[in-house]
């Protein structure tokens, strides 16, 4: 099976959270399972300079505002995956993040440059890009990738199935209405029961009306999300998509994140031998200007500091955290005020509460390696990928009930204790209070070392892993390519 995945990000190119961990670890996994796989990609200066061998498929010629836009086919250095890059150096020749310019601010011209990346993956699917090679099913991931649906539903020549992936669907890449007219669709896409939402243009809601399946990273998210509470006001619309929404947890690239091979880490160790682990959190407390404490519980965080991620939960919960002699770890960027906040509480207490800010992926390991503890509040988490990190080295994960969270962690109550189950602290309710209670069975259990150290083990033993996430997506593609034979869809489909 053909298959092409569409991303606007991918590690290690360009990472600004987990899809690009998903964009580079789910294409070499469904190849692993025998499919022909490619990715379609913008090209932003790092994914461009980092094609090896690129060839010109085709000259498009001006769209979307680019003068120039050329599809450009090669393979990513590093992971030597083969990659189809958009090369239209007007819309994406920009250094730093990938939505964000300098100011802060989406770029103004984000519907141009994610549109041509949507349009691109439609006609490359319909066969009219690359005459060598048409894909049986494109994959769209999140917003930025998610006109593809449209577009595709736009062309009925295609026989392409599509499969579109909520990361999160708080990110819905929204438009003014007055726009429309740029993305070169028919009227009937956006009315009625089309792409408008709340008089705007929504590219999420492209993907969950015009793809033939939908996906998202988590069983218990794929729940969440047909409710109002989580459903961001698109609850009505997946309600009514339920038979084609599934939830496949993401996996952990095992080679990457891997306690015995980690050339980042200042110890290996694994669950035979636990010894290692130790190093790294005397390392991490060194690096990190912590008091050198092998007894203090350590708490660390690797995070985008937004709402979504309830870190200001945990700065509530933090004087019982410090009352009883723990410590603190972060690292992560994001709202002022937040990194403010932690900034303050490190000053006020160096020994205890360190923060870092910044994206550092090297350092993002070793944090993993060397706390006891990895805190993962989340007022939300369609998957979270922090936490299985922390499993697979044995940092108990202490988390909120939700989403991939909810999925991945068996709290350490006395039942799960009981019956070797337990790999973590979960909590229910998103204050601060909830977590707090939760902090503190993370501090007695950690008084209790052989109690502890059984939990680790048990959590290290957990194998999220890609192949079986491959496996139902490689099924799923096939109930897509035969929907799309039989039942396309279309606009006003409701
Ligand atoms: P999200 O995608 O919502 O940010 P995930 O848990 O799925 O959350 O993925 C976050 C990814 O980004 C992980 O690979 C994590 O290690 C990484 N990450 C987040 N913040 C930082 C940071 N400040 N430095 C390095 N890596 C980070
Ligand atoms: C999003 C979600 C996160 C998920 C990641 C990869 O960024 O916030 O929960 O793990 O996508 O699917």
């Not at 022909?36 to 790092?46: F, I, N, Q």
């Not at 438009?175 to 243009?201: K, N, T, Y």
């Not at 945990?314 to 002699?325: D, I, K, N, S």
Request: aromatic content about 8%; glycine content about 8%.
């Amino acid at each position: 099976m053909r298959v092409l995945q569409v991303a606007a990000e991918v590690f290690p190119q360009v990472k600004t959270g987990g899809l690009a961990d998903v964009a580079g670890a789910l294409p070499p996994a469904l190849a692993r399972e025998g499919a022909d796989v490619r990715l379609l990609l913008p090209g932003l200066p790092a994914i461009a300079d980092a094609l090896a061998g690129a060839r010109s498929v085709l000259r498009v010629g001006p769209r979307f505002g680019a003068a120039h836009v050329e599809l450009l086919h090669g393979r990513l250095q590093g992971s030597d995956l083969p990659a189809y890059v958009v090369d239209a150096p007007y819309l994406y020749r920009r250094a730093g993040n990938p939505y964000l310019g300098p100011d802060g601010h989406d770029w103004p011209d984000n519907l141009q440059r994610f549109a041509l990346l949507g349009w691109a993956a439609a006609h490359l699917a319909a066969g009219e890009l690359d005459p060598a090679w048409r894909p049986d099913v494109l994959h769209a991931h999140d917003w930025h990738a998610a006109l593809a649906c449209a577009y595709v539903a736009a062309h009925p020549p295609t026989t392409a199935g599509s499969v579109f992936t909520v990361h999160n669907l708080a990110f819905q890449g929204l438009f003014p209405i007055g726009d429309f007219a740029l993305l070169e669709l028919s009227q009937r896409a956006l009315w009625p029961h089309g792409i408008e939402f709340h008089r705007q243009v929504s590219f999420m809601k492209a993907g969950l009306l015009f793809a033939d399946r939908i996906t998202t990273v988590s069983p218990t998210y794929a729940r969440e999300i047909a409710t109002p509470e989580f459903g961001c006001g698109l609850d009505g619309v997946l309600r009514d998509r339920h038979h084609d929404l599934r939830g496949i947890l993401n996996g952990v690239d095992r080679e990457l994140w891997n306690p015995a091979a980690d050339r980042w880490i200042a110890a290996r160790y694994d669950a035979t031998s636990l010894a290692g682990k130790a190093y790294c959190k005397a390392a991490l407390q060194r690096e990190f200007g912590l008091e050198p404490r092998a007894d203090a519980p350590l708490f660390g965080v690797v995070s985008r500091l937004t709402h979504q991620k309830g870190l200001d939960l945990l700065l509530g919960a933090l004087p019982a955290l410090l009352a009883r002699g723990g410590q603190l770890a972060v690292q992560g960027t994001g709202d002022d005020a937040l990194e403010q906040a932690f900034r303050s509480a490190a000053q006020q207490h160096p020994q205890q509460v360190a923060l870092n800010v910044g994206y550092d992926e090297p350092r993002a390991h070793r944090l993993v390696a060397g706390a006891d503890v990895i805190v993962v509040p989340s007022r939300f988490e369609p998957c979270g990928l922090t936490q299985m990190y922390g499993l697979r080295y044995g940092t108990l994960p202490l988390v909120r009930r939700v989403g991939g969270l909810a999925d991945t962690v068996v709290d350490a109550d006395e039942r799960a204790l009981a019956a070797d189950r337990a790999t973590g602290f979960v909590f229910e309710h998103a204050q601060a209070g909830a977590l707090e209670a939760a902090l503190v069975r993370a501090m007695t259990l950690f008084r209790d070392p052989p109690r502890w150290q059984a939990v680790m083990r048990r959590a290290m033993a957990q194998e999220f892993t890609w192949t079986g996430a491959a496996r139902e997506y490689l099924a799923l593609y096939d109930e897509a390519i035969r929907s799309r034979r039989e039942t396309p869809r279309r606009w006003a489909m409701r």
